[in-house]
């Protein structure tokens, strides 16, 4: 009888141990579909921050590209007015910097190129036997260069 006792009572601890073994199971796949999920939405998280970076960054080449192809209105040195690109101020920018007589061996700033044109103003106005023609080149790539300054 003692036996029987023990088996039954080993019996019962088997499935004892069998009934809470299952329910420790499901509570690990409820676990496990939990973090399933929070890795999938991490996931999509990710994703939205990826297009959304990837967008902020068409953006900007957007307006880089706009800005480079947008035109100024400038009065060239022969007295037509012109729409330049950025790229074609370069060009334009170096043209004024000779008809003024400055070196090309270093950007200029605003001041220095109004003092070398208050050094120089007196020698080339018509008034004092400067040539007209010129004086109007002169003058063209003085204002030119005034408005890239700023």
């Given at each position: 009888?003692?036996?029987?006792a ?6 019962l ?75 074609e ?16 061996v ?45």
């Amino acid at each position: 009888m003692e036996l029987i006792a023990a088996i039954l009572a080993s019996i019962l601890v088997i499935g004892l141990a069998i009934v809470l073994a299952g329910a420790a199971w499901k509570v690990f796949l409820a676990i496990a579909a939990r973090s399933i999920d929070s890795v999938r939405d991490r996931g999509q998280v990710d994703k939205v921050v990826v297009n959304h970076n990837r967008l902020l960054y068409l953006i900007a080449q957007e307006r880089k590209r706009k800005i480079t192809e947008q035109k100024y209105r400038f009065t060239d040195l022969n007295g037509q007015t012109v729409f330049l690109t950025v790229a074609e101020q370069k060009i334009f920018k170096t043209e004024c910097i000779i008809s003024l007589g400055l070196a090309l061996v270093k950007p200029f700033t605003k001041a220095e190129v109004r003092n070398h044109w208050r050094k120089n103003v007196i020698n080339w106005h018509p008034d004092q036997g400067g040539d007209v023609e010129q004086w109007l080149v002169r003058l063209r790539a003085y204002e030119a260069l005034m408005l890239m300054n700023e």
